[in-house]
Every structure is written in C-alpha cells, then in structure tokens.
T-cell receptor, first 108, second 113 residues
Framework: GQQLNQSPQSMFIQEGEDVSMNCTSS?????WLWYKQDPGEGPVLLIA?????ELTSNGRLTAQFGITRKDSFLNISASIPSDVGIYFC????????FGAGTRLTVKP | EPEVTQTPSHQVTQMGQEVILRCVPI?????FYWYRQILGQKVEFLVS????????KSEIFDDQFSVERPDGSNFTLKIRSTKLEDSAMYFC???????????FGQGTRLTVV
C-alpha cells in the first residue's frame, strides 16, 4: 500500500526556534502536500508541491518535493505560538494518503 | 472563498443505528473523498469517488459503508449499522483535478453510544 512515514511524531520547541519535519514513502507520489490541523478543525492546506525537486515557500514555511518523489520535508522558521497544531504530509497520485502527523508544541 | 460544507457538525447515535453524513463540495470539483480520524490519531482514507462511482476504497470501508451523490450536489456517507468503534471525526474532501490539492470540510464528529 501507499504508506507514508512522517517524523518526528511530536516536537516541543521554544518560540523563535526553527522546526523541521519530513515524510518518506516506499511509493512514488506525483504530488506532495502539507496540511495543518487545529483542534476540532479539518486539515488546512499549507503548501502543495507538484514537481520533483520543487522548493516552495509560504511565509515562514518552506517545503520541498524530494528528487526521488518518495519524500518531502517541511521547515518552519522562527516559530510562534500560533504554529501549534498537528502537521500532516500527504502524497497524492489518484488518491491522497496521509502521514501520521507531527504534533508541534511551541513554548512562549 | 469557496469551501466544503459538512453537516451535521456533531451527531450522536445509538449503536446499530444508521447515520448519513453530508458534504457539499466546492462547485465544479470532480473528485470526492471521505476520511476518518479517530480522536488523537491519523487521518485515514476511506473512499474516493469520481464520475458517480467509487474509484478506490480502503479496508476500513466495508459493507456497512456506502457513498452516493444522489442529486449532483450533496456527497453522502452512510453507515448502515453503527458500531462503537465508528466514533470519529469524518472529513469530506474535494479536488478540482486529479493529483491537485484537496480542500477539506470542517468535519462531522460522530459519537456512537
């Protein structure tokens, strides 16, 4: 199956620190996506990546689509308290599959 | 901004009862999905739907589950005879094209008692 391995499972950081999380798969994906989920809400798209090697930024967020098409990472620079939440990677071919999520806690 | 709308936001049902969860997709979107998220756990794929038929379904999506788009608007998920372990958040997602980003609804919290 199209399993995604996302790490780390959780992170506890100080406000202002940078964050890095990644996703790997044994399968190739044509699209990699990163979502953030706040408690009680649906996942909200942060960044979409469509080409191998693509590096895309959205404010303090930067994500890359791995050359092998089997991995992606998300970086958050200078974290702030509202960055708290669960971050999910997703790989898409015909359907989307999600990683298990990275739970981010930011201490002021 | 267009959005995916799900109703109800919260449903409590007795074990063994049927429930229908509803989703209004973004207009002109063609691909529809249901995902499930048990509290504190990952988002799990249930089923994808395109051109009025199921494209793919997971092992979770057994005979108790069905989907349809009866009126070309609402996309529904029916659970025929609910079990306690069906308690979860159910998210609808829609895509405009294959492999593009999906947009999620706010979810329906289903509680089976």
């Amino acid at each position: 199956g199209q399993q995604l391995n996302q790490s780390p499972q959780s992170m506890f950081i100080q406000e202002g620190e940078d964050v890095s999380m990644n996703c790997t798969s044994s399968s190739i994906f044509n699209t990699w996506l990163w979502y953030k989920q706040d408690p009680g809400e649906g996942p909200v798209l942060l960044i979409a990546l469509y080409k191998a090697g693509e590096l895309t930024s959205n404010g303090r967020l930067t994500a890359q689509f791995g050359i092998t098409r089997k991995d992606s990472f998300l970086n958050i620079s200078a974290s702030i308290p509202s960055d708290v939440g669960i971050y999910f990677c997703a790989g898409a071919n015909n359907d989307m599959r999600f990683g298990a999520g990275t739970r981010l806690t930011v201490k002021p | 901004e267009p959005e995916v709308t799900q109703t109800p936001s919260h449903q409590v049902t007795q074990m063994g009862q049927e429930v229908i969860l509803r989703c209004v997709p973004i207009s002109n979107h063609l691909y529809f999905y249901w995902y499930r998220q048990i509290l504190g756990q990952k988002v799990e794929f249930l089923v994808s739907f395109y051109n009025n038929e199921i494209s793919e379904k997971s092992e979770i999506f057994d005979d108790q589950f069905s989907v349809e788009r009866p009126d070309g608007s609402n996309f529904t998920l029916k659970i025929r005879s609910t079990k306690l372990e069906d308690s979860a958040m159910y998210f609808c997602a829609t895509q405009g094209g294959r492999g593009t980003e999906a947009f999620f609804g706010q979810g329906t919290r289903l509680t089976v008692v």
